[in-house]
């Protein structure tokens, strides 16, 4: 059915508006032909604009004389009138201009909302044959999106598929489980996975990702190379509730033995299935690249393409589209949406505008801001792309759904989201690429090229006690999964031993887990198990020892509230699915009732009490938050190990690989190279004489590469690589500017990263500034404009020999940090707080001496903030991490405290705070009582007024403040600007 458009930008109401009228039939009769008189309807819409009975009028004439019928619509932009505010402001966001400026684009009123029957009705008066119609049509019209489509992923209707499918794992079978003690056990688990398979159609659907995985191999190795470690490797590896299924093991999409793990499959398989299970394959980062295209390419452009994601309206995003959008000054807006908790549920930010000075004012747009904020909580702000979510399809993609081209030159996307793409039945895959597994690899690779070293990973000693003493005592910065602060201090307090400690390990420190309860249990149980084996581990009910013994009859795995079900309240799989997706979605308090009804009966027929069973059923309801899978978690802790076995034994290769796939991970580059100084490791600065395009190791050390500065062209840099490896080394600055072909930007770039350093002569600290003002005669040629944004034309480099630099004065220790921090984001010698530590304010305590510091002592320390926390699940606690030149320092930062010093606690790199030290079993806190910002003040201070009148529009009143007038207090505040960002991590983040 088609519909001739909006009053505004419709074909034919644009025309008859503007009497063009033979414009406006021919188009109808276009419509007419292709779609024909019962597909056709000409569209009226009465938004109380001018012209708007004229037009009607027309339009019905011209549907009359083509024999078409008309329709009434509303040109509905919002669901209420109370949101159209919103809607002008989004307008305004859209055309990136202020709502004043934008009013001719903008809805003229407020009837573009839904409105009731009877409104409509006596809208459209003059019209009633249309109202008649559009009720018609609309009761007419049915559309089921998960059947009317007609979408079929290649191999869901092979009649062979049953047959392959069960060939190929039975011969795998064979191979993987010959001589081992699960063999029966495991061909009992084929037989009863492939009977569920084949009684839900899916054969074609495990033979699809066969088919994916087989073209991965073809990728990786084109990508890796032949004869190179990795090649060695398999293209990927699974992740999620997939990992516990034996066919995803035998057909290769899975590395974790289902069997020999003891992985429960009515997570991810059962006969009850209503929609297509997921399995998700993580890929290294260039495998990943490189394999997008070449499912394009195999199963054609036209039937596959990547999934969209849609970014929804945060805090600070609201903050700058909306306050930008009601004109206020842009200082203030940046000013707030620093401050502003990243976290406010609802995007109320209420108390932050009110204690916004401009604010104070009374100006209404800040309340205006207020209300945006929140009516836009939610909302989509813009598209992006999945990460690895594609879609394939036996039809061509562009009559199922809306396709749009992707960033990227040859890949498209549908406009549809991953839960969009559910509903509709579309069959989503996901090809995710996973940082950790590409630096596992990278250093795999450095291995064997700098020691001559072939390791497969799969074969090392997974009992290492060494490893295991090093995630006992949480020296994990780094590494995959328990490297967060939340991790490492469990980690203390759990102590693993083995793999399936680790596994557990890894699924703890998430909501589900947390706000079930199961954390301090676990815990104390597993320290009873280490002080008194013969300890027997409580459970509410006998029948729950089998689905809780591995994590001491606490819920700790999402598939145990599957087993749970199935074993105390005898729920059959499907129905236990179905209560884990209720709790997980949070859906209506009846479907809620009803489970608990079935749950609290169940459990009580099988002789548990009705208090038993209100208590199992009450760990599962606060189990409802985020939980990995045990599968998934089993995966996921066997690349804990890998890395955390890589970082014990190959320190330099692990970080070099680590800093060469970043960004990823808890900390920022700089934090892991000073952690790994303080291990003896030796990290070397950039050099355009050793150093690579990217990291790598020399002579046991780490050299950072030249591609690490900021800004440089890549492209550039690998050409300056190539010419040193094939003319030799550059003997001047002058040399390496002709022969490099980098650009004057690049090069003066490497200059002030202290990669030049090498070629100028003289003291060491003057070579820095000596390699630029050589570089200013040298570089090859600027364009050069004539001060008015206007481009005249290249100054060439002149043909000149080189005479020394003039005598310049050398960087002193805090010019170089800022030089090291703003070119490369890493400091390699001294740290900012070693440099700051003599004028720190009198009893501020290091992290090494906190080590020694009882508990409940008043402390006070400070440091520069690695990372800030605010877990749903911590109740408007924040944490923090500061790092010092000794470690790293670990801030608990109640609520009241965060809101009385949210400035300090959510925007300052350098703090020093004021609490009382708390000591538990090896775990090192400060609850602090006071954060602020890290100034010296121990220098004088100078009054600086404006002397510009202030103006008009700036709502910030000219008030004088303090400055300090002392060389280092501004190389403090330059500091800042350039100091690290520090990560922030939100809502489930360990």
Same mark, same amino acid.
């Given at each position: 059915?088609?519909?001739?458009? +909006?009053?505004?930008?419709?074909?034919?109401?644009?025309?008859?508006?503007?009497?063009?009228?033979?414009?406006?039939?021919?188009?109808?009769?276009?419509?007419?032909?292709?779609?024909?008189?019962?597909?056709?309807?000409?569209?009226?819409?009465?938004?109380?604009?001018?012209?708007?009975? #004229?037009?009607?009028?027309?339009?019905?004439?011209?549907?009359?004389?083509?024999?078409?019928?008309?329709?009434?619509?509303?040109?509905?932009?919002?669901?209420?009138?109370?949101?159209?505010?919103?809607?002008?402001?989004?307008?305004?966001?859209?055309?990136?201009?202020?709502?004043?400026?934008?009013?001719?684009?903008?809805?003229?009123?407020?009837?573009?909302?839904?409105?009731?029957?009877?409104?409509?009705?006596?809208?459209?008066?003059?019209?009633?044959?249309?109202?008649?119609?559009?009720?018609?049509?609309?009761?007419?019209?049915?559309?089921?999106?998960?059947?009317?489509?007609?979408?079929?992923?290649?191999?869901?209707?092979?009649?062979?598929?049953?047959?392959?499918?069960?060939?190929?794992?039975?011969?795998?079978?064979?191979?993987?489980?010959?001589?081992?003690?699960?063999?029966? $056990?495991?061909?009992?688990?084929? /037989?009863?996975?492939? #009977?569920?398979?084949?009684?839900?159609?899916?054969?074609?659907?495990?033979?699809?990702?066969?088919?994916?995985?087989?073209?991965?191999?073809?990728?990786?190795?084109?990508v890796?190379g032949? *004869?190179?470690?990795?090649?060695?490797?398999?293209?990927?590896?699974?992740?999620?509730?997939?990992?516990?299924?034996?066919?995803?093991?035998?057909?290769?999409?899975?590395?974790?033995?289902?069997?020999?793990?003891?992985?429960?499959?009515?997570?991810?398989?059962?006969?009850?299935?209503?929609?297509?299970?997921?399995?998700?394959?993580?890929?290294?980062?260039?495998?990943?690249?490189?394999?997008i295209?070449?499912?394009?390419?195999?199963?054609?452009?036209?039937?596959?393409?990547?999934?969209?994601?849609?970014?929804?309206?945060?805090?600070r995003?609201?903050? =700058?589209?909306?306050?930008?959008?009601?004109?206020?000054?842009?200082?203030?807006?940046?000013r707030?949406?620093?401050?502003?908790?990243?976290?406010?549920?609802?995007?109320?930010?209420?108390?932050?505008?009110?204690?916004?000075?401009?604010?104070?004012?009374?100006?209404?747009?800040?309340?205006?801001?207020?209300?945006?904020?929140?009516?836009?909580?939610?909302?989509?702000?813009?598209?992006?792309?999945?990460?690895?979510?594609?879609?394939?399809?036996?039809?061509?993609?562009?009559?199922?759904?809306?396709v749009?081209?992707?960033?990227?030159?040859?890949?498209?996307m549908?406009?549809?989201?991953?839960?969009?793409?559910?509903?509709?039945?579309?069959?989503?895959?996901?090809?995710?690429?996973?940082?950790?597994?590409?630096?596992?690899? =990278?250093?795999?690779?450095?291995?064997a090229?700098?020691?001559?070293?072939?390791?497969?990973?799969?074969?090392?000693?997974?009992?290492?006690?060494?490893?295991?003493?090093?995630?006992?005592?949480?020296?994990?910065?780094?590494?995959?999964?328990?490297?967060?602060?939340?991790?490492?201090?469990?980690?203390?307090?759990?102590?693993?031993?083995?793999l399936?400690?680790?596994?557990?390990?890894?699924?703890?420190?998430?909501?589900?887990?947390?706000?079930? &309860?199961?954390?301090?249990?676990?815990?104390?149980?597993?320290?009873?198990?280490?002080?008194?084996?013969?300890? $027997?581990?409580?459970?509410?009910?006998?029948?729950?020892?089998?689905?809780?013994?591995?994590?001491?009859?606490t819920?700790v795995?999402?598939?145990?509230?599957?087993?749970?079900?199935?074993?105390?309240?005898?729920?059959?799989?499907?129905?236990?699915?179905?209560?884990?997706?209720?709790?997980?979605?949070?859906?209506?308090e009846?479907?809620?009732?009803?489970?608990?009804?079935k749950?609290?009966?169940?459990?009580? =027929?099988?002789?548990?009490?009705?208090?038993?069973?209100e208590?199992?059923?009450?760990?599962?309801?606060?189990?409802? &938050?985020?939980?990995?899978?045990?599968?998934?978690?089993?995966?996921?802790?066997?690349?804990?190990?890998?890395?955390?076995?890589?970082?014990?034994?190959?320190?330099a $290769?692990?970080?070099?690989?680590?800093?060469?796939?970043q960004?990823?991970?808890?900390?920022?580059? /700089?934090?892991?190279?000073?952690?790994?100084?303080?291990r003896?490791?030796?990290?070397?600065?950039?050099?355009?004489?050793?150093?690579?395009?990217?990291?790598?190791?020399?002579?046991?050390a780490?050299?950072?590469?030249?591609?690490?500065?900021?800004?440089?062209?890549?492209?550039e840099?690998?050409?300056?690589?190539?010419?040193?490896?094939?003319?030799?080394?550059?003997?001047?600055?002058?040399?390496?500017?002709?022969?490099s072909?980098?650009?004057?930007?690049?090069?003066?770039?490497?200059?002030?990263?202290?990669? +030049?350093?090498?070629?100028?002569? &003289?003291?060491?600290?003057? =070579?820095?500034?000596?390699?630029?003002?050589?570089?200013?005669?040298?570089?090859?040629?600027?364009?050069?404009?004539?001060?008015?944004?206007?481009?005249?034309g290249?100054?060439?480099?002149?043909?000149?020999?080189?005479?020394?630099?003039?005598?310049?004065?050398?960087?002193?220790?805090?010019?170089?940090?800022?030089?090291d921090?703003?070119?490369t984001?890493?400091?390699?010698?001294?740290?900012?707080? $070693?440099?700051? #530590?003599?004028?720190?304010?009198?009893?501020?305590?290091?992290?090494?001496?906190?080590?020694?510091?009882?508990?409940?002592?008043?402390?006070?320390?400070?440091?520069?903030?690695?990372?800030?926390?605010?877990?749903?699940?911590?109740?408007?606690?924040?944490?923090?991490?500061?790092?010092?030149?000794? *470690?790293?320092i670990n801030?608990?930062?109640?609520?009241?405290?965060?809101?009385?010093?949210?400035?300090?606690?959510?925007?300052?790199?350098?703090?020093?705070?004021?609490?009382?030290?708390?000591? #538990?079993?090896?775990?090192?806190?400060?609850l602090?009582?006071?954060?602020?910002?890290l100034?010296?003040?121990?220098?004088?201070?100078a009054?600086?007024?404006?002397?510009?009148p202030?103006?008009?529009?700036?709502?910030?009143?000219?008030?004088?403040?303090?400055?300090?007038?002392?060389?280092?207090?501004?190389?403090?505040?330059?500091?800042?600007?350039?100091?690290?960002?520090?990560?922030?991590f939100?809502?489930?983040?360990?």
């Open positions: 059915m088609c519909l001739s458009g +909006c009053a505004r930008h419709g074909a034919l109401a644009r025309a008859v508006e503007d009497d063009r009228h033979p414009d406006a039939l021919a188009a109808a009769r276009r419509l007419l032909q292709i779609f024909g008189a019962e597909g056709l309807r000409i569209e009226l819409q009465r938004p109380y604009a001018r012209y708007d009975r #004229r037009r009607n009028r027309l339009l019905a004439e011209l549907a009359e004389r083509i024999g078409v019928c008309t329709v009434a619509t509303g040109n509905v932009h919002s669901h209420t009138r109370s949101r159209t505010r919103l809607q002008d402001a989004l307008v305004a966001v859209r055309l990136g201009r202020t709502i004043d400026e934008c009013e001719p684009d903008r809805r003229g009123n407020s009837s573009h909302a839904l409105a009731t029957p009877a409104a409509m009705a006596e809208r459209f008066r003059e019209h009633p044959d249309a109202v008649t119609e559009t009720a018609q049509l609309a009761e007419r019209l049915r559309f089921d999106i998960t059947s009317d489509l007609g979408y079929a992923y290649p191999g869901s209707e092979d009649p062979t598929a049953d047959g392959r499918l069960a060939e190929i794992c039975r011969d795998r079978l064979t191979e993987r489980y010959a001589g081992s003690p699960h063999r029966s $056990e495991s061909e009992a688990r084929l /037989d009863e996975e492939l #009977r569920v398979i084949r009684s839900l159609g899916l054969s074609g659907f495990f033979l699809l990702h066969r088919d994916l995985l087989e073209l991965a191999r073809e990728v990786a190795a084109e890796r032949t *004869g190179t470690v990795r090649a060695l490797l398999p293209p990927g590896r699974g992740r999620g509730s997939s990992v516990s299924s034996i066919v995803c093991y035998l057909t290769g999409l899975s590395h974790v033995d289902p069997v020999a793990t003891d992985l429960h499959l009515g997570r991810f398989l059962n006969e009850e299935l209503t929609a297509l299970p997921d399995i998700d394959l993580d890929f290294p980062r260039d495998i990943r690249e490189a394999l295209p070449r499912v394009h390419e195999r199963y054609g452009h036209d039937r596959s393409a990547l999934v969209a994601a849609f970014a929804t309206y945060q805090v995003s609201a903050v =700058r589209d909306f306050a930008k959008a009601l004109g206020l000054p842009p200082g203030e807006i940046e707030l949406a620093r401050t502003v908790d990243p976290w406010t549920p609802g995007n109320d930010i209420a108390k932050d505008v009110a204690d916004t000075r401009a604010a104070r004012g009374g100006s209404p747009r800040w309340q205006a801001l207020v209300h945006l904020a929140r009516a836009a909580a939610g909302l989509p702000r813009h598209q992006s792309q999945h990460p690895g979510g594609m879609v394939i399809s036996t039809q061509p993609l562009i009559d199922l759904c809306p749009q081209p992707a960033a990227m030159e040859g890949r498209q549908v406009q549809w989201d991953k839960d969009s793409c559910a509903d509709a039945g579309f069959l989503k895959i996901d090809l995710l690429g996973l940082g950790m597994l590409s630096a596992v690899e =990278r250093a795999v690779e450095l291995i090229r700098t020691r001559g070293e072939r390791i497969d990973l799969s074969r090392i000693d997974f009992a290492d006690k060494e490893v295991y003493v090093q995630i006992q005592e949480a020296e994990t910065m780094g590494v995959f999964q328990i490297e967060s602060r939340a991790q490492m201090q469990m980690l203390k307090r759990t102590r693993p031993e083995s399936d400690d680790l596994t557990v390990q890894v699924a703890l420190v998430r909501p589900g887990p947390i706000l079930g &309860g199961a954390v301090h249990p676990y815990i104390e149980r597993k320290k009873r198990l280490r002080e008194d084996p013969d300890y $027997e581990v409580p459970y509410e009910h006998p029948s729950l020892e089998p689905a809780l013994r591995d994590t001491l009859g819920i795995f999402q598939d145990q509230v599957i087993e749970v079900a199935m074993a105390f309240a005898g729920f059959s799989a499907g129905e236990a699915e179905g209560l884990r997706r209720a709790m997980s979605r949070r859906r209506s009846a479907a809620m009732r009803s489970y608990e009804e749950f609290i009966a169940g459990a009580t =027929r099988r002789g548990a009490s009705r208090e038993t069973a208590r199992v059923y009450a760990q599962i309801v606060g189990f409802s &938050g985020f939980g990995f899978p045990k599968a998934h978690s089993a995966a996921f802790g066997l690349l804990a190990y890998q890395s955390t076995w890589l970082r014990v034994h190959y320190s $290769e692990f970080l070099c690989a680590l800093l060469n796939e960004p990823m991970g808890f900390y920022p580059p /700089d934090s892991l190279v000073h952690e790994v100084q303080r003896g490791l030796e990290v070397l600065p950039p050099c355009v004489e050793r150093s690579g395009a990217e990291c790598g190791i020399e002579r046991g780490v050299r950072m590469g030249l591609g690490y500065v900021n800004g440089v062209r890549e492209a840099v690998k050409a300056l690589v190539a010419e040193r490896a094939s003319g030799g080394a550059f003997h001047s600055v002058a040399d390496l500017a002709g022969r072909g980098a650009g004057s930007d690049t090069l003066e770039r490497l200059a002030w990263a202290g990669a +030049c350093d090498v070629l100028p002569e &003289g003291p060491e600290e003057e =070579r820095r500034r000596r390699a630029l003002w050589l570089l200013g005669v040298a570089a090859p040629g600027v364009p050069v404009g004539s001060g008015r944004g206007e481009r005249i290249i100054q060439l480099a002149l043909p000149l020999d080189l005479h020394d630099a003039p005598g310049l004065r050398s960087l002193d220790v805090w010019e170089r940090l800022l030089a921090y703003g070119s984001g890493v400091t390699l010698r001294e740290h900012p707080l $070693e440099l700051m #530590r003599p004028s720190l304010p009198a009893g501020a305590l290091s992290s090494a001496e906190i080590e020694t510091a009882r508990h409940g002592t008043p402390v006070r320390v400070a440091g520069l903030v690695v990372a800030r926390q605010r877990p749903a699940t911590a109740r408007g606690v924040t944490f923090m991490l500061l790092e010092d030149e000794h *470690g790293t801030l608990i930062v109640p609520p009241p405290v965060h809101d009385r010093c949210r400035l300090a606690v959510r925007g300052e790199p350098l703090v020093i705070a004021d609490g009382r030290l708390e000591r #538990r079993e090896g775990v090192i806190n400060v602090v009582h006071e954060v602020r910002r100034d010296r003040g121990d220098l004088p201070g009054e600086v007024r404006h002397i510009e202030r103006r008009t529009w700036s709502s910030e009143a000219a008030l004088p403040y303090t400055a300090s007038p002392s060389t280092e207090a501004r190389e403090i505040g330059d500091l800042r600007a350039v100091a690290p960002v520090a990560n922030s939100g809502r489930g983040r360990g």
